[in-house]
Structure formats: C-alpha cells, structure tokens
C-alpha cells in the first residue's frame, strides 16, 4: 500500500524536494538556536566579548528570517503538493468508477462513494504533505540535539535518551488502535451521506406521505452511531495525547534531576544544564510533531485504504484482448439460448431465450412486471452478461466486441429518464457533445419538444433542475429522446418508455418514437396497448421465459397468456 502511495508523489518530484529540503534546513536551523545561545552565555559574556556577543545575536537574527521563509515556502508549496495529489487521485478514482460495471452499482451506496471520493481524498491530501514534513523536522531536530547535547555531557545525553524507547512504544501501539477508529469513523461518515443523499432525493415522498418523523428517526439512527464511533475514537486519542505528555513531562523531569545531580557533583556547570533544557524545550515540539505524524499517517493510512479498496475493484464487464470495433452496422440480432441471473442470486430471470430480430424492425416485448424485459434488453448492451448463450449482432457475438463501439451503436430510451442538473441544450446535447445548434434544433424537433422549450424565457438554456425536477415526464422523456435523435444509432431500445405519461405526452412520444425507428432496429418494452401494436413482431415473456411470438392479430386468435394480458387489460 506504502508503494502505490508513494508512486502519486512522482509526477511532482520537484515540489516534494522543495518541501522536503526546506523542512530539513528548517530542522537544521532550529538546533542551532541552543547552541548559540550556549556560547553566548559560556564565552562571549564571560569575556565580555562584544563583538562576538553582537556576531551571535546577527545570526539569530539571519536564522529568523531565514526560518521565516522556508516556513512561507512549506506553507504555500507543501499544501499545493498536497493539493495536487489529490487532484490525481480523485481523477483516478473518477476515472476507475466509469469503467464499473452495474453490478458494483447495485451493491453500493452513492453517499459511501462520495464519502471516499471527497472525506476521504482531502484527508490524504492533508497527511500527503504534513506528514513527510513533521517527520523530517521532527527526525533531524532530535538527532541534532543529541549531537549537540553529547558534546556538552556524555553522561546527561546518555540519561537524555531513556525516556525515548517509552515515547516510541507507546506511540507505536495506540497508533494502531487509532488507526482502526479512524477507519469506523470515515465508514459512519459515508452512511450519515448516504442517509442524507436519499432523504434529500426522495424530499417529495417524503412529504406526500408526511413522513418527515420517520426520515428524522432513521437519520438520528444512523447520526447516533457515527457519534459513538467517534467517542470512542476521541477515547483512543485521549488515552494516547495523555500518555505521551505524560513521558514528555517525565522527560524534561529526568534530564533537570540528573542535571542537577551533576552539578552538585561538579560535573555539569549551570551553562550546559540551561542548554540542555533549551535542547528539552525544543525537542518537545518535534515529539508533539511525532505525535502528530503518528495521527496524521493512521488518518491517512486508513483513507487510503479505502481509496485503494475502490481502485481494486475490477469491473466484472471487460473487454476481451483483441476485441473489435463494431462498425457498419446492418442491424439484425440473434439471441440463442440465453439463461441469466444476476450477481449472487440463486433465481434465474432469463431461462433459454432464442429470439431474431431482423434489422430495420420494430419488435416489442410483452409480459407483467418481472418478467424479465429489462433484463433482456440491458443484455443487449452488455450492462450486465449471460451466464449462458450468446446475442449476435450482424452474426457478430457481441462477447468479441469492445464496450464502447457496442454502445455507440445503441440508443436507448428508459421510463426512468435521468436528467443532469444543467440546461437543457446540454442535456439534449448528452447524446452527441459536438453537435451544432441546428443538429440540437432539429433533434428536438423531430421529439416534438421544441415548441415547448421556446416557449420558455431561457428557452435551450432552461436549467433542469436536480434528475430534471422542474419539467414534466413527458417532457423528461422527449428529451431523452431528443438525445437518442442526436446519437442516430442503428439499434434503439425503448423500455417501457411509456407506461407512465398520461394521454397527451404519450401522442406526442408516439409520433417520436415512430419517425425514430424508421430504417433502425427496434426493441420497445411496453405496457400500452398503443406502443405494442406498432411493432412488427411481438414476443411474450412469462417467468423469464419466451411463451408467445407473433403479431397482435395472431396472438390474439390464438387465445394464450398474451390475450389473458389484452382481456384483463394489462395491456
């Protein structure tokens, strides 16, 4: 883990050495304050040495300036590097979760992604930074002042260097234990966002059904654990802040008892024992820096963990080695024993299907909720995998084709349509980014949409809203169409894309989606008896199986499960 951390400083190695090199002349300069002042008092005073008294007090004067500016370049330049790590590793992650499948999607909640991709990443820029730095000046500052202290007094350096193994051990074994709090801490964090992230999208069932105690309750649930979490991490921090004073204290004790015994023994003058209480004062702070690096490093080791745990997740949907591109496309497709269930189910929801749809056709599928309509169609464009049999698009098994030709080459049209919290020319626009205004234009229009957006004040630059809540779904929906219009695929899949708009919207949504699928491949999903006799060919799915295919006319003579759905008005 250490490693792939490190390998995120390398693209900004010269700002890593800046910040590691000031850190070190910082630590450096603060170990020559003792010393000088030792001369001060021990020589130039004595002697009455104003020249040397007046040399010493200069380079005092050049050591503060010169502390004064590297401090200015860590603050600035440490927290940029720091800044820019970041931006690395939130594009990775951004970047790796584009590449998951659905199925990661299914299982995970969206507030514990956002957790890790903002708690998570600024923590890590923070420890990026600070943590190299107060090791290094807490490492040279100390290893400075016991050069400089063995100098004065063996025997003092020697008592000096007892209290040290305490402070490591101790620092050592409540790390640990932090470490581990930290990590529950960062996991309740993700699901007060998770808990707040679906009352917030969910406000107006919320409201409609008055349920604002309930959402109260299961927040102050999911609020009361992060605080236990979070007491007990203060505990930990408790227990570790206290102890390590405790043997910084005790330290400092140490060295003024042995000093003083000296002294009485005549082994020590007061000089060098206010030297090495100078040396005490100023090794304190870097063991405070120890400390700080012992919380920083478990904060950030624990953060990054559950960076990496993301970043090791390998989408279950990968392109095989020499996968092809799909282009010229005809458009029949062939499923041929087709079985699927999803990720760590024991029920099939597709058994044997073995369906053709030639190209340029309009087919549709019919049968009660589950199924397995969209179970089938999200196969289509590889969403998900068969655990048996194969589609074949123009003969091809879409199994060879790269992810990314298969889908350009698929339009599709969903009930849930969701909009992005932006205009919506760029919603519109979604479907081909470097479109022109009059392609924009024409794709609305052809969705019966445009009337209504020029009657808006903004007109194309109307915001949406948040999953587009400031529009109807019909008109959701038209402009979802609009953006397959812009894609011009040669396979479209309209799932159950009416089902929930009332009469008006869905005329209009007819009109669209019959000019859409003229000369393209057409799969429609569809509860309306308008939608389904449309198509050229019906098939009837019932428990995941194929039961019936034909077209309306045939079907409906035929008195079967498809005209049991048509008598009771399913659809």
């Known amino acids: 883990m250490l490693k792939r951390f490190l390998n995120y400083y390398k693209p900004h190695k010269f700002l890593f050495s800046l910040d590691m090199s000031v850190a070190f002349l910082s630590a450096i300069l603060s170990v020559l304050y003792p010393f000088l002042t030792r001369i001060l008092l021990k020589d130039h005073i004595p002697d009455k040495n104003i020249?040397?008294?007046?040399?010493?007090?200069?380079?005092m004067i050049a050591i503060i300036l010169l502390k004064t500016i590297?401090?200015?370049?860590?603050?600035?330049?440490?927290?940029i590097l720091g800044v820019r790590m970041e931006y690395n590793m939130r594009s990775d992650i951004f970047e790796h979760l584009q590449k998951l499948s659905f199925t990661y999607y299914d299982n995970v909640k969206t507030g514990h992604i956002m957790s890790r991709i903002s708690n998570d990443l600024n923590t890590i820029a923070e420890v990026a930074h600070h943590a190299p730095e107060d090791f290094i000046i807490s490492i040279f500052v100390i290893i400075g002042?016991?050069?400089?202290?063995?100098?004065?007094?063996?025997?003092?350096?020697?008592?000096?260097?007892i209290p040290l193994p305490a402070l490591l051990i101790w620092g050592m074994t409540y790390g640990r234990k932090m470490k581990g709090g930290f990590k529950l801490v960062r996991k309740k964090i993700a699901d007060i966002n998770s808990s707040v992230e679906n009352s917030v999208q969910g406000i107006r069932e919320v409201k409609s059904y008055s349920n604002e105690e309930l959402e109260?309750?299961?927040?102050?649930?999911?609020?009361?654990h992060f605080r236990q979490a979070k007491e007990k991490m203060y505990g930990i921090m408790a227990t570790f802040y206290s102890g390590m004073n405790f043997l910084a204290d005790f330290y400092y004790l140490i060295v003024i008892s042995y000093g003083a015994y000296l002294i009485f023994h005549g082994k020590l003058d007061v000089v060098d024992l206010l030297a090495f209480t100078l040396y005490i004062n100023f090794m304190l702070n870097p063991i405070n820096r120890l400390i700080n690096f012992t919380e920083q490093f478990q904060q950030g080791a624990a953060s990054f963990e559950r960076f990496i745990e993301i970043m090791d997740i390998e989408p279950d949907i990968k392109d095989k080695k020499g996968a092809v591109n799909l282009d010229k496309v005809v458009g029949n497709i062939t499923i041929s024993d087709l079985s699927f269930k999803y990720d760590k189910s024991q029920e099939w929801i597709l058994q044997n299907i073995n369906l053709k749809i030639p190209a340029n056709k309009t087919i549709a599928l019919v049968g009660e909720s589950g199924a397995g309509k969209s179970s089938l169609v999200s196969l289509i464009p590889r969403f998900y995998e068969p655990q048996k049999g194969s589609i074949k698009i123009d003969d091809v098994d879409i199994m060879e084709l790269s992810q990314n030709s298969l889908r350009k080459n698929i339009g599709i049209v969903q009930q849930n349509v969701f909009l992005f919290d932006t205009s919506i020319k760029e919603n519109i626009c979604y479907g081909k980014p470097d479109t022109t205004d009059e392609e924009m234009i024409e794709a609305a229009r052809n969705a019966n949409i445009l009337n209504f957006i020029l009657s808006l004040p903004d007109q194309f630059d109307t915001l949406v809203g948040e999953r587009g809540v400031k529009l109807s779904g019909g008109q959701k929906q038209r402009i979802s169409i609009a953006r397959v219009f812009l894609k011009n695929p040669p396979i479209l899949i309209f799932d159950e894309a009416t089902s929930s708009l009332d009469t008006e919207s869905e005329f209009y949504i007819q009109k669209a989606l019959v000019k859409l699928s003229r000369n393209r491949t057409t799969i429609i999903i569809a509860h309306r008896l308008s939608t389904v006799i449309i198509a050229d060919f019906l098939f009837v799915l019932k428990d995941g199986k194929i039961v019936e295919s034909g077209d309306h006319q045939k079907l409906i003579s035929e008195k079967g499960y498809y005209y049991t759905l048509y008598t009771k008005n399913l659809i």
Do not use: P
């Open 51 to 59: 020249a040397g008294i007046t040399d010493i007090i200069f380079i």
């Open 145 to 161: 002042a016991f050069i400089a202290m063995f100098s004065f007094n063996v025997q003092l350096a020697i008592a000096a260097l």
């Open 70 to 79: 590297f401090t200015y370049i860590r603050m600035k330049w440490g927290h």
């Open 216 to 224: 109260i309750r299961k927040f102050q649930d999911v609020n009361f």
